[in-house]
């Protein structure tokens, strides 16, 4: 009897180590817990300019070129390049030990695929394509790019940091028409997307590439070394601030990308808790109107809606922390090299006399202004009710509906009549890095039914961005800028709401956050 129990008590001990050994196991792996800024829903970073499938891409791929936190562009992908003397030819080789996920080699006929399908999405590949005589893969690691005519900017263009990135994908998924969302998330990237464990609306799982080979050179923005200490990143979708919050104190995340901004004064307090500002530069708030539906088809009327506008209750109403908001009317972010003060009309200050005289004249007939709000991404809730505050001062009629940022993203690609599922305006935000000349803004991308979200068409805007990418001198391509920006006001592309920092609130025990264009997960260590 005795040993009868002896063997039992053996026998429930090894049953009971076989139970308790996966928890022991993902208790020894370092797993890092992030709460994005936004729901992932979207999982094509180049079919989007949402900043969440951005963020995505540069977990599961690499790019060709960086950007360094100074504005440098440096290989990354690539090994060596040169350039013929007439500017013509460009020629790149791939590094070694370049993989996909799925165990294929990264090669040339890969790239080129990819750098096509992102040329047809983004403004600046867009402006980048119309130079290009042809794509050739002279073999698995080399390919060339002829042009028509010199295109002075073709690191800047490959190694554009922010929406959208030139992120290299499988030729056969890079197939897909850039209007189509790709099915298939396959990267080269330092880390794996597991669609298991994807569930939108609660949780994206990623898990740590152990073939990717990072650079020698240490993290810089978008540029160096990606090495991955944890093996395992989880973003939590927590739509409630005060939830996040809580979740952030009690160590059930590690970082929250952008907390509201009512929330930095107790997060300031918290000795557990450091705020890291992974855009420097800032942001800048706009508001973007649909160019192809009343009223805002009407030129006139969108410069009466940017009369109406007035930043400092943006900044205010929706930052409002001091420090962190300053007012700027320039379209290029103030402090940036093309920076102007040369803004036509537009003044930033709220004028809704002036703006209520303008519609009259421009005939307005009470037409909705079909207004998009994202009820929960708190970093841009409050901008639509400002904005309907002071379109309605103007005398616009605002018909403002509710809904998630997901859905906003998804809408917003509509180009419906408003009546019919689409919209005349949303409210956004960018980081500097996207807006610092008129290659990378996508709002300046004018190419018509081609072109970013509102399919704004002005055969002047692509002219003039045409010409700046050949610029030689940086006084020329400052000269073009304040050119463009001056047509921008006068087409009235969108409205510039003013600049402000939105930094993450991070665990002390986490080090390592790289500052740049994007926000990335590699070099971090969990302590």
């Keep these: 009897m005795k040993r009868r129990s002896l063997v039992a008590v053996a026998a429930a001990a ?27 829903t979207i999982l094509d970073p180049i079919w989007t300019t949402a900043f969440v499938s951005r963020n995505h891409g540069y977990m599961i791929y690499d790019t060709l070129f960086g950007t360094d936190s100074a504005g440098k562009i440096k290989p990354q992908m690539v ?3 040169n350039v013929s003397k007439d ?17 294929k080699p990264v090669t040339s006929e890969d790239v ?6 992102w040329a047809s999405r983004d403004s600046f590949g867009g402006v980048m394509a119309r130079s290009v005589d042809s794509y050739t893969a002279t073999d698995a690691k080399t390919f060339v790019l002829k042009l028509k005519q010199p295109f002075g900017v073709m690191l800047e263009a490959l190694g554009k940091p922010s929406s959208n990135t030139p992120f290299i994908m499988p030729a056969r998924i890079a197939a897909t028409p850039g209007a189509e969302q790709i099915k298939e998330h396959i990267g080269s ?27 020698a050179e240490p993290p810089d923005g978008t540029t160096g070394g990606k090495v991955v200490y944890t093996d395992r990143v989880e973003w939590i979708i927590i739509r409630d601030p005060q939830t996040q919050f809580n979740a952030l104190l009690a160590g059930e995340v590690d970082i929250i990308e952008q907390p509201t ?26 508001m973007r109107f649909n160019h192809m539906h009343p009223p805002f088809d009407n030129v006139k009327i969108r410069q009466a809606a940017m ?10 109403t929706q930052v409002g922390a001091p420090g962190m908001y300053k007012f700027c009317k320039s379209m290029f972010p103030c402090g940036t090299p093309f920076a102007s003060e040369n803004t036509a009309y537009f003044t930033g200050s709220a004028n809704p006399q002036k703006a209520q005289q303008m519609l009259k004249e421009a005939g307005y007939n009470g037409t909705p202004v ?24 103007a005398g616009f009629k605002v018909d403002m509906q509710q809904m998630d940022w997901a859905t906003l993203v998804s809408r917003r690609a509509k180009k419906d009549a408003p009546a019919n599922g689409g919209w005349n305006a949303f409210l956004t935000a960018w980081t500097a890095g996207d807006i610092l000349n008129p290659l990378t803004m996508a709002m300046m991308n004018a190419a018509g039914d081609k072109g970013w979200f509102g399919w704004q068409d002005d055969k002047q805007i692509e002219e003039l961005k045409a010409k700046f990418a050949m610029a030689t001198t940086d006084a020329e391509k400052k000269k073009l800028a304040e050119q463009l920006q001056v047509r921008a006001f006068e087409t009235a592309t969108h409205a510039p709401l003013g600049q402000y920092n939105n930094p993450a609130a991070v665990r002390t025990n986490i080090t390592g956050l790289v500052p740049g264009g994007a926000q990335v997960y590699y070099n971090i260590k969990k302590n």
């Design 189 to 215: 990237g330092p880390y794996k997307f597991v669609p298991a464990e994807y569930k939108p609306g609660e949780k994206v799982v990623y898990v740590k590439n152990d073939k990717y080979k990072p650079r």
């Design 307 to 316: 009369v109406a506008m007035g930043q400092e209750a943006f900044l205010k």
């Design 79 to 81: 090994d060596k390049w």
């Design 261 to 286: 901004f009512e929330q930095y004064a107790s997060l300031k307090a918290q000795k557990d808790i450091k705020l890291v500002d992974a855009q420097p530069d800032g942001l800048q708030f706009i």
């Design 14 to 40: 090894s049953l009971a180590a076989a139970l308790l050994a996966p928890i022991a196991a993902q208790a020894q792996e370092k797993v890092l817990r992030v709460v994005p800024q936004a729901n992932l």
């Design 87 to 103: 500017n013509l030819t460009w020629t790149f080789t791939l590094r070694d030990g370049l993989e996909f996920h799925d165990g």
């Design 370 to 393: 079909l207004l998009m709000r994202p009820t929960d991404l708190a970093s841009i809730a409050k901008l639509p009710l400002v904005a309907k505050q002071q379109l309605e001062a």
């Design 112 to 117: 080129i695929a990819s750098l096509k399908r």
